[in-house]
């Protein structure tokens, strides 16, 4: 996609299954069933839609996928499939991976950072050698200092490699990465999640991360997924969201959906619904 100055380009890093009840929270199955059907073993289809941002002197890569380290019991579990993955989606742009300037990890989930890193002769070590790797400070400690509830996906393996190389690049707060592109803190999902802001000329967009991993996540305030840490924060966030996108006709961005990867919020009678992007 065109984008003012800017091209925007989502690069599918796989699909994969997860639980239906976790993906939805304290939203009754009767309900979230009808927008999202589950498999016999209860689980929805998400996608690992990364953002590439080219223009201005750089590539900006937000978000890495599952990444390629998984074993294959791993790979079972999830049902990934992913086709080659991000380097794969890279390659069908005629980039590798000395191209990308700069990753923005939204969070250290391990869905959104494990292609961070990939194994080399058996050790993790950054996928991007020139990237530089900007990730918010609190997130980054709760990662390295995971408790009972976030250990299994807050893995070192995905993060470590970065700080040993000196790629890691630690903001606290919202933060300019590039002259059209802003990260902004979106608590809830973590306690330091970030969003990402492209503007370019009149146009806005937002990759949203987790912050709305489906687009009915944002034309419904009150779902949920049971994976947030602040769910009372994440309603918060979300109604300011709500707001700031119907005023800036922003592009949303949404990480984790099949159907309707990027859209238009609009106003339906009390509520809201996302309007697929017609260019995409």
Same mark, same amino acid.
């Given at each position: 996609?065109?984008?003012?100055?800017?091209?925007?380009?989502?690069?599918?890093?796989?699909?994969?299954?997860?639980?239906?009840?976790?993906?939805?929270?304290?939203?009754?199955?009767?309900?979230?069933?009808?927008?999202?059907?589950?498999?016999?073993?209860?689980?929805?289809?998400?996608?690992?839609?990364?953002?590439?941002?080219?223009?201005?002197?750089?590539?900006?890569?937000?978000?890495?996928?599952?990444?390629?380290?998984?074993?294959?019991?791993?790979?079972?579990?999830?049902?990934?499939?992913?086709?080659?993955?991000?380097?794969?989606?890279?390659?069908?742009?005629?980039?590798?991976?000395?191209?990308?300037?700069?990753?923005?990890?939204?969070?250290?989930?391990?869905?959104?950072?494990?292609?961070?890193?990939?194994?080399? %002769?058996?050790? =993790?070590?950054? *996928?991007?050698?020139?990237? @530089?790797?900007?990730?918010?400070?609190?997130?980054?400690?709760? #990662? &390295?200092?995971?408790?009972?509830?976030?250990?299994?996906?807050?893995?070192?393996?995905?993060?470590?490699?970065?700080?040993?190389?000196?790629?890691?690049?630690?903001?606290?707060?919202?933060?300019?990465?590039?002259?059209?592109?802003?990260?902004?803190?979106?608590?809830?999902?973590?306690?330091?999640?970030?969003?990402?802001?492209?503007?370019?000329?009149?146009?806005?967009?937002?990759?949203?991360?987790?912050?709305?991993?489906?687009?009915?996540?944002?034309?419904?305030?009150?779902?949920?997924?049971?994976? %947030?840490?602040? =769910?009372?924060? *994440?309603?918060?966030?979300? @109604?300011?969201?709500?707001?700031?996108?119907?005023?800036?006709? #922003? &592009?949303?961005?949404?990480?984790?959906?099949?159907?309707?990867?990027?859209?238009?919020?609009?106003?339906?009678?009390?509520?809201?619904?996302?309007?697929?992007?017609?260019?995409?």
């Amino acid at each position: 996609m065109r984008f003012g100055n800017l091209e925007l380009y989502l690069v599918n890093a796989g699909t994969f299954m997860m639980d239906g009840g976790a993906a939805f929270g304290l939203v009754p199955k009767v309900l979230w069933e009808r927008e999202l059907p589950a498999d016999k073993l209860n689980r929805v289809p998400m996608a690992a839609n990364c953002l590439l941002i080219q223009g201005e002197g750089q590539r900006i890569l937000v978000d890495t996928g599952m990444g390629t380290k998984l074993s294959e019991k791993e790979r079972g579990f999830f049902s990934l499939a992913d086709d080659g993955g991000l380097e794969a989606g890279l390659a069908k742009l005629g980039l590798g991976v000395g191209d990308i300037d700069i990753v923005i990890n939204t969070h250290l989930h391990s869905d959104h950072c494990g292609g961070n890193t990939k194994l080399v %002769d058996g050790k =993790p070590v950054p *996928t991007f050698p020139r990237a @530089r790797y900007w990730i918010q400070r609190r997130e980054w400690s709760d #990662a &390295l200092y995971p408790n009972e509830r976030t250990q299994a996906t807050y893995l070192a393996s995905n993060l470590v490699p970065l700080s040993e190389s000196g790629q890691l690049e630690l903001k606290s707060g919202n933060v300019r990465v590039a002259p059209s592109v802003e990260c902004q803190v979106t608590r809830g999902h973590t306690y330091a999640h970030q969003s990402v802001i492209v503007k370019s000329q009149d146009l806005v967009a937002i990759y949203l991360g987790d912050v709305a991993p489906f687009t009915v996540h944002m034309e419904r305030i009150a779902w949920i997924p049971a994976f %947030d840490a602040e =769910p009372l924060e *994440t309603v918060e966030t979300k @109604r300011s969201l709500l707001r700031w996108a119907l005023e800036q006709h #922003a &592009l949303l961005i949404f990480g984790h959906d099949t159907r309707i990867p990027m859209g238009y919020l609009q106003r339906e009678g009390d509520g809201y619904r996302v309007e697929p992007a017609r260019s995409w």
